[in-house]
């Protein structure tokens, strides 16, 4: 049997006397008939006729259309599936508008089980106008509601002149006995729904159903502690056995294939050696592929597509520049990423397209100005007929041209499995024009939808040459042969699959008949009946299992009791979960390290120019991390902005601050402060608010909405309110200065500043003043790396004149100053300089600190300019808002650190 997935030794007789062969499936019929022309090759035969072998319902379905063109049966229009799930839909949608007693969640999902509560009534040949059937559904609302849309759908059928494929079987009795009548034979069956067998006995004058030998493999069990380690066992066995015999044909066979196929098809690569140059070598097929949709050439089609839509989204168009099927020759420029960080910046994760067209266009950088997308943009945009309903089959000449002006699929070659995606996308728009017969007109948004779903249902399967190892799901398996089988995934909670009655048919009408998946002994009956022809189909047979999934302890399936242990008396197969080379190549790694933390130092032409930039926040970030500093002041990194349904933090530390601006504008001095009354303090106030809000860009107002700058207003009034009544608690002053641009020479670094507020004492000393929406704490000005250098830079830029420096705190409910200075000009200004530096800094009294703070922020100034690029944060939290840990790979070098250092610590130092 080696090298051969299917033995038709025992078929031969009957094909030489003329039966035809029924299979379950397509797969089955496919590789009995490639067995057949393989033998008939190996015999030097030349020519023959074609072997006589189909799928029970396709054969049944080839008799319907006979019987329909012999004028036997009448003559009526079939649906595909795509387009019977389409019209319960519509049916669905229909009698929920009508009733109004319920809403559904999931329309799509009923329509699929609505649709298989029909199928199934129909091959089980339940008599829907009986009366008793009737009254077991009206007992259930579920079903009773089930029965309405039935009506319904009938109705549509038989108006339209319309039926589905098992509805073209049922008609099959009223012309069968006037068909030529035919000899079958059965292959791999274990159940046939009593409509198809009642369909077989009037086609055919003789049913033979071909019992297969007992198989005698042999059966081994293994357990695995996780799902990853049981995934790597069974790449290392195939990949073993491909070695040793390139010739045995191998199959693995996944429980869970949507779940387990990615990484085990990463394993087997891996273990193949496929992962490099070698990755289209693999030799393995997997039997089931991807959904159309989620192939990356057609989804790239369905997102060109969707921006003539009025709203997209901006991962949506950051996916749409990256793709490399569409004509973007820009998508990497420059002027590209301005745009994207453009709508980043924006902070609205949705946008309107017109907004999207515009920002486009104009996005300028230097001499360029505008993107190719927005070219794209504004084309489709002029298309009229977008804006117009039509039939499906018209839309498909629509989206052809939209996708023509993206230039889709590209300009680029595509490889095999590309081109093979791209020929299923037009036969898939060819089927879409079917939707004709059972759709209304559409407008854009509804035929891109519907487009999409089909597109969803469509299976992507690379079309390959067999190969020795198969990948297949559970029913994809059954009855062909190998020379080794292995399953996976065989806990106790999923062979046998828990039952999953239809929830549109009465529970006692599915037990009763014994309907698929109805009952738990149903399931274990087809589940047993199922390992039976695994084993008659294997040689040697593989079981296992995981002993925990998620965390939770599962035990083995019934079906294994069966199954002796592997012959290292283990029910547990010892495989590391690395690979063994792979560990050998770790154990004997040379580590030459290599300090690469100096950048080169900024040149004299750079420093008279400016190139770099940044004020206070250039020291801030060389203080918390040299790195942060060059990334984002030379390099000019930032990371993107995170999209908000409300303000960011920035932004309203922003509108507190022109709030501010405007309310010291006004009272301008304390005695003016203690002289406003209720009234008048309400008016400054508000008047402060309003300015600050008529100050954010009318766009972002419109998006935001009134109402919620109206709350943004109550916010802002009450905390500039709660502000009023510290500052009435301190002594004489006079606001000398606002929003005060200065230039500070700093060590061959010229550093611009701009002081929110200053204010003059009686004795003609100064108050800087800091406004802060956040905690503040003066502890951040202490030490050789200050956390906060921002007052420092302000103190030491007008040398002498300031007496204090101080953080204004405002915080609903813990508005307070936090400051040092000679004088307390206000409570929370600490004035014992000694005590609150203690041994951090060497300090004596306020002007020898701020002697220390020159000479540190100095010696910050000096290591940008010559380079220092160190990944060095100050404390853990100096990462937590940075964003650039992508860039510095702090997090992989803390990681490998540590390895290292227990390697170290247990005697395998590097």
């Known amino acids: 049997m080696t090298g051969r997935l299917f033995d038709i030794t025992p078929l031969e007789p009957l094909v030489e006397a003329g039966y035809i062969l029924l299979t379950p499936n397509f797969r089955l019929a496919r590789r009995i008939k490639a067995e057949w022309d393989g033998r008939r090759l190996a015999n030097g035969e030349a020519v023959w006729q074609p072997l006589k072998v189909a799928p029970l319902e396709s054969w049944l379905l080839a008799q319907w259309e006979r019987a ?24 669905i949608a229909q009698e929920e508008r009508q009733c109004g007693d319920y809403h559904l969640l999931r329309p799509s999902a009923a329509a699929e089980l609505a649709g298989q509560a029909r199928d199934s009534l129909l091959r089980w040949q339940v008599d829907m106008t009986a009366e008793g059937i009737r009254q077991s559904f009206n007992f ?5 509601t089930f029965l309405r849309w039935l009506t319904l759908f009938e109705q549509r059928l038989e108006a339209a002149g319309q039926c589905t494929p098992v509805d073209c079987i049922r008609r099959l009795a009223a012309g069968a006995a006037q068909l030529p009548t035919s000899r079958a034979a059965l292959v791999e069956f274990d159940d046939i729904p009593p409509l198809f067998r009642s369909a077989l006995d009037a086609l055919c004058d003789e049913v033979r159903e071909i019992v ?55 394993l087997l690569r891996r273990e193949f050696d496929c992962l490099g140059e070698d990755y289209n070598s693999l030799p393995v097929n997997f039997s089931t592929g991807i959904s159309l949709d989620r192939a990356p050439v057609i989804r790239d089609a369905l997102a060109a597509l969707a921006m003539a839509q009025r709203h997209t989204t901006v991962p949506a168009v950051v996916a749409l520049l990256r793709s490399r099927f569409l004509h973007l020759p820009d998508a990497d420029s420059a002027l590209a990423n301005r745009f994207i960080t453009g709508l980043f910046d924006d902070g609205r994760e949705e946008v309107e397209s017109a907004d999207l067209r515009y920002a486009a266009s104009e996005v300028k950088l230097g001499d360029s100005k505008g993107l190719v997308l927005g070219q794209h943009l504004l084309a489709v945009s002029g298309l009229r007929s977008l804006r117009q309903a039509a039939l499906p089959s018209q839309w498909v000449e629509r989206f052809c041209e939209v996708l023509a002006i993206w230039g889709w699929p590209g300009t680029g070659p595509l490889d095999s499995l590309e081109y093979q995606q791209v020929e299923l ?20 948004d509804g035929a891109l939808q519907l487009l999409r779903h089909s597109c969803s249902r469509q299976i992507s399967q690379p079309q390959t040459a067999d190969s020795p190892v198969q990948v297949l799901g559970p029913l994809e398996a059954a009855g062909l042969a190998f020379d080794h089988l292995w399953l996976c995934g065989m806990q106790g909670n999923s062979w046998p699959t828990p039952p999953r009655p239809n929830p549109f048919i009465p529970q006692s009408l599915q037990r009763q008949l014994q309907m698929p998946h109805a009952t738990a002994e149903r399931e274990w009956a087809f589940s047993e009946a199922l390992f039976r022809q695994y084993s008659r189909s294997a040689t040697v047979l593989h079981a296992s299992y995981c002993k925990q999934v998620g965390g939770i302890a599962e035990l083995p399936s019934a079906l294994l009791q069966d199954f002796p242990v592997d012959e290292l008396g283990m029910n547990v197969v010892g495989l590391p979960e690395v690979a063994p080379l792979w560990t050998q190549q770790w154990q004997q790694r040379v580590v030459e390290q290599l300090d690469d933390d100096r950048a ?22 060389q203080s918390q991390c040299p790195f942060r500093a060059f990334a984002r002041r030379r390099l000019l990194v930032e990371p993107l902005s995170t999209f908000s349904v409300a303000l960011s933090p920035a932004e309203r530390g922003s509108l507190l601050h022109d709030a501010l601006f405007t309310l010291w504008g006004d009272i301008q001095d304390h005695p003016a402060l203690l002289a406003l009354d209720e009234a008048g303090e309400e008016q400054t106030v508000m008047r402060a608010v309003q300015a600050a809000i008529e100050g954010i860009p009318g766009g972002r107002r ?11 207003g109550k916010r802002l009034a009450g905390l500039l309110r709660e502000w009023l009544v510290v500052e009435r608690q301190r002594s004489t002053f006079v606001v000398l200065q606002r929003e005060e641009d200065i230039t500070l020479q700093l060590a061959q670094l010229q550093i611009r500043l701009r002081v929110d507020r200053i204010d003059q004492l009686p004795d003609g000393s100064q108050v800087i003043i800091d406004y802060k929406s956040g905690t503040s704490k003066v502890q951040d000005w202490l030490g050789e790396r200050p956390a906060r250098p921002q007052l420092l830079l302000y103190g030491i830029a007008a040398p002498g004149c300031a007496a204090v420096l101080a953080f204004a705190q405002l915080r609903p409910r813990d508005c307070r100053f936090n400051g040092l200075g000679e004088v307390a000009a206000a409570p929370g200004i600490a004035t014992d300089i000694p005590k609150v530096v203690k041994e951090r800094m060497e300090a004596d009294d306020w002007r020898s600190l701020n002697e220390r703070w020159r000479e540190n922020l100095e010696r910050l100034a000096q290591a940008f300019v010559a380079g220092d690029a160190a990944v060095d944060p100050l404390a853990p939290g100096s990462c937590t808002w940075c964003g650039l840990q992508p860039l510095c790979r702090i997090n992989i070098a803390e990681g490998r650190l540590a390895v290292e250092t227990v390697q170290s610590g247990a005697g395998g130092g590097v």
Not at 140 to 144: I, K
Not at 600 to 621: H, K, N, R, V
């Open 68 to 91: 329909v063109s012999l004028n036997l049966a009448p003559v009526l229009t079939p649906l595909n599936p795509a387009q019977v799930l389409q019209l319960w839909q519509q049916v």
């Open 140 to 144: 259930d609302a579920d079903c009773g």
């Open 212 to 266: 297969p030998a007992a198989g005698s493999g042999r059966r081994l069990a293994h357990a695995f502690t996780d799902k990853r380690g049981e995934l790597q066992a069974v790449a290392s066995w195939a990949a073993g056995i491909n070695r040793q015999n390139p010739a045995a044909t191998v199959a693995i066979v996944l429980s869970d294939v949507a779940g387990d196929r990615s990484a085990l098809d990463y």
């Open 425 to 444: 996308w037009y036969r898939t728009l060819d089927e879409f024009r079917g939707y004709d017969a059972v759709c209304q007109p559409l407008d854009f």
């Open 600 to 621: 080169p130092p900024l040149s004299a032409q750079q420093l008279e120019a400016g190139s770099y930039s940044g004020g206070s926040g250039l020291l801030e970030d």
């Open 702 to 712: 419109r998006l935001l909405g009134s109402a919620y700058w109206r709350l943004e």
